[in-house]
């Protein structure tokens, strides 16, 4: 019989309702795991045991009433990017080491009406920024598959947390694939939802016309049913589409014959492992046989994609972390000094390397005498890679690519060279340039270590797409595997 | 080429972040590293095309503003509470002028 922290949500779920088990027991399960493996994965930054247990017990109140919701009484984790009223939230920096929130981001305040339990915060790369968890500046976690190897990133406390067992979902975020790689890397699905289509208040920003918040799970299943809690209009952000809240859950077990499905060549790079390429060829193939047409499509601005982000990005991230002042709240230099100095020196060691490399280059690129080079370029090149995202959606109905073109790498592969590590985000940079919705889902195995397949579709198609992944999912035992930790 | 060090020196002026020697030989390096990747958008002609400031776009008439309603915000307490150095009811901040 399975361990507690083994159920997915949708199990736990009924038999929490049921009253078979209890959320106390369930949280009890989780927190225990956590104890048992914490050492080893570091998945989590912060764990809030005593207020995690209480809101257990409340959920036991509402399921003894009736009054229930799917996710009632289910532990979750909550990446430190999220706002959390009472709780640290410090996006993995020295900056916000001593930061606790008076107030909950939108996401969390979902969550929490429907009686959901926050285990804690995930660890992450430093305000999002890294594919490895390496630039957090406390630690980094370390890849349930292979403790010798990173989980991904940016929310790679978020994917480590949920494959191991230490949570049965996870919220993250994603600006260029942060959810979708760690997901990939770590075997476990991960959706990166349209933009605007969840709130971002609350979500700390890193780059506001990219940046999304999105569930980490072990099935298909269940990122429906913390997608349908989490998203929907909210008056607060103003960047929120005007949707309605929607159940996803409902267009799960439909079948995908007929449905079109491209294939971008340009996604299968010269730098691709082939274990990756062979695991997510197999992938398509297993949708061919469920009745989907497969057809080839190109999308050629894919490789000016890159350089679009990279441009995008910090220019964003530059503007953004300038709050990060010394004077309202985070880090702040004591030393000797006028204001300038003061704030030069809390930024100069409050920050770490990438995020510092990041606000330089931004910085560079809106400069006067660059803006037009830059930073107006690759807003003109964003618009051409979203029409050839639009031409080709109107001949296929989704996209089938890799996540990532590699597999989990050991820690301190790839920290010295920061392009060779940017190179890593080429299959999902494009979908947050566009605005898409994209999800990663497991498809298999290479040299012992999870591979994900990824879905991208047009503008609000996250119910096709959570659709397919789902018809995948009854044909394929890939998300069933565990690790062997 | 690594990024002139007087130009390293002014955008870290730019951006209020003091590095140290080492900081700026490396970012020097690595900025003009990172730059010379973004040459490759030179292939793509971009005349007379929008930019795109970001993707979501609302659809027509619709607009990410609300009505501008009061409604109860943070307290004076709350805003506070995570201030490095506060004075009664305010930030302290360093002297902004000079003498």
């Known amino acids: ?485 | 080429m690594p990024l002139d060090p007087a130009q390293v020196r002014h955008i870290a002026a730019l951006a209020r972040i003091a590095l140290t020697d080492a900081e700026r030989a490396v970012l020097g390096q690595q900025l003009a590293q990172i730059l010379a990747q973004f040459e490759v958008l030179n292939q793509l002609d971009t005349t007379g095309v929008a930019p795109t400031a970001h993707a979501g776009d609302l659809g027509p008439g619709l607009s990410g503003l609300r009505d501008d309603t009061p409604s109860p915000g943070l307290t004076t307490e709350e805003v506070l509470s995570n201030a490095p150095r506060r004075e009664g009811q305010f930030f302290r901040v360093r002297a902004v002028l000079e003498e």
């Open chain 1, 1 to 485: 019989m399975a361990e507690l922290w083994q159920l997915s949500i949708h199990e736990a779920s009924q038999r929490l309702r049921r009253r078979e088990i209890s959320s106390l027991e369930l949280t009890r399960a989780c927190l225990a795991r956590i104890h048992q493996i914490e050492g080893r994965v570091q998945a989590y930054l912060t764990v809030t045991e005593e207020s995690a247990l209480a809101q257990a017990r409340e959920a036991d109140g509402c399921l003894a009433a009736g009054e229930t919701s799917p996710l009632t009484g289910i532990p979750l984790q909550i990446k430190d990017i999220i706002c959390t009223k009472g709780i640290r939230t410090t996006c993995a920096s020295r900056m916000l080491e001593g930061y606790t929130p008076v107030y909950n981001a939108t996401v969390v305040a979902r969550l929490l009406d429907r009686h959901a339990v926050v285990l804690g915060k995930g660890n992450m790369d430093e305000f999002g920024m890294g594919s490895s968890t390496e630039n957090s500046a406390f630690h980094p976690s370390h890849n349930p598959w292979d403790t010798g190897r990173v989980p991904g990133g940016s929310s790679g406390g978020s994917a480590a947390a949920v494959a191991a067992g230490e949570a049965l979902a996870a919220l993250g975020s994603d600006t260029g694939g942060s959810i979708r790689q760690p997901a990939a890397l770590c075997g476990v699905v991960g959706l990166k939802p349209t933009y605007g289509l969840v709130s971002r208040y609350g979500l700390v920003a890193f780059a506001s016309s990219l940046d999304q918040i999105g569930p980490l799970t072990r099935s298909v299943a269940d990122c429906a049913l913390v997608l349908s809690a989490i998203a929907g209009h909210d008056p607060r952000d103003s960047t929120s589409l005007p949707q309605p809240p929607q159940d996803y859950s409902a267009a799960l077990g439909r079948d995908i014959r007929g449905l079109r499905l491209g294939v971008p060549d340009e996604y299968f790079t010269s730098g691709m492992e082939e274990g990756v390429r062979q695991a997510v060829l197999a992938g398509i193939k297993a949708l061919e046989g469920l009745g989907a047409v497969v057809q080839p499509v190109s999308l050629p601005t894919t490789k000016y994609a890159l350089a679009c982000y990279y441009i995008i990005a910090p220019s964003e991230c530059s503007a953004n972390l300038a709050r990060y002042d010394g004077v309202k709240y985070g880090y702040s230099h004591q030393g000797a000094g006028d204001m300038w100095e003061a704030m030069e020196q809390t930024r100069g060691h409050g920050f770490g390397p990438e995020v510092k490399r990041r606000i330089m280059l931004g910085t560079y690129a809106l400069s006067a005498g660059y803006y037009d080079a830059y930073y107006r370029k690759a807003q003109q090149v964003r618009t051409l890679i979203r029409q050839e995202f639009d031409r080709v959606f109107g001949e296929v109905d989704a996209l089938v690519a890799p996540t990532s073109p590699v597999v989990a790498f050991p820690l301190g592969d790839k920290t010295a060279d920061p392009v060779q590590l940017y190179l890593i985000d080429v299959c999902t940079l494009p979908v947050n340039i566009a605005g898409l919705p994209a999800m990663s889902v497991p498809c298999g195995f290479a040299d012992g270590l999870p591979v994900g397949m990824q879905l991208i579709g047009p503008r609000l198609s996250e119910a096709t797409l959570l659709r397919i992944a789902h018809a995948y999912q009854q044909v394929t035992q890939w998300h069933d595997k565990r690790p062997p930790i």
